[in-house]
T-cell receptor, first 113, second 117 residues
């Protein structure tokens, strides 16, 4: 089982709709969870971080964390063409003295105008 | 402006050659990291360093070497022992837990794309 799993997509969503991205992780003691956006050929940029169960909202983005189910998701409301990118889920756990950030393979999102 | 500078952006290497990728940060971050990204495989940790003159292997350290002689600099050498070096290399940094808030945020450089001819 992969440590961090994401559906690779591509996920196609009409402009203005809600995009839902999902991520599961295997290490139950993981403590910190992140969503990065990566445009083609560019480096990842942080979109959201979440550390406790529940929802965290920032503008059009909402991160949801359920530690019991080992599940973290990212919702993008009012999707825009500029949201088309690969979204990477990352998890920080106890390995390497809590320094290691493990990434999923990413979900490619396409917003259709 | 503070940030992470990686160079070169593109690099071509002949088989059997060593190459060094530069990473410099002016964010006053203690910790620095090197990741490798291949298509469909996400980011994999090569090496990381939490303080000057100290570094640890990540998941795929074989065929790579690093140094951390200055807080600002964490160069990565891709040696001839790395059998499949063609990839996108990303340097990152973050504040250590002993520094102020934002300790968990990883900041990336623009990346270096290495191609073996």
């Amino acid at each position: 089982q992969k440590e961090v799993e994401q559906n690779s997509g591509p996920l196609s969503v009409p402009e203005g709709a809600i995009a839902s991205l999902n991520c599961t992780y295997s290490d139950r003691v993981s403590q910190s969870f992140f969503w990065y956006r990566q445009y083609s050929g560019k480096s990842p940029e942080l979109i959201m971080s979440i550390y406790s169960n529940g929802d965290k909202e920032d503008g059009r983005f909402t991160a949801q964390l359920n530690k019991a189910s080992q599940y973290v998701s990212l919702l993008i409301r009012d999707s825009q063409p500029s949201d088309s990118a690969t979204y990477l889920c990352a998890v920080r756990g106890p390995n390497f003295g809590n320094e290691k950030l493990t990434f999923g393979t990413g979900t490619r999102l396409t917003i259709i105008p | 402006d503070g940030g992470i500078t990686q160079s070169p952006k593109y690099l071509f290497r002949k088989e059997g050659q060593n190459v060094t990728l530069s990473c410099e940060q002016n964010l006053n971050h203690d910790a620095m990291y090197w990741y490798r990204q291949d298509p469909g495989q996400g980011l994999r940790l090569i090496y990381y360093s939490q303080i000057v003159n100290d570094f640890q292997k990540g998941d795929i350290a074989e065929g790579y070497s690093v140094s951390r002689e200055k807080k600002e600099s964490f160069p990565l050498t891709v040696t001839s022992a790395q059998k499949n070096p063609t990839a996108f290399y990303l340097c990152a940094s973050r504040r250590s837990p002993s520094q102020r808030s934002g300790a968990n945020v990883l900041t990336f450089g623009a990346g270096s794309r290495l191609t073996v001819l």
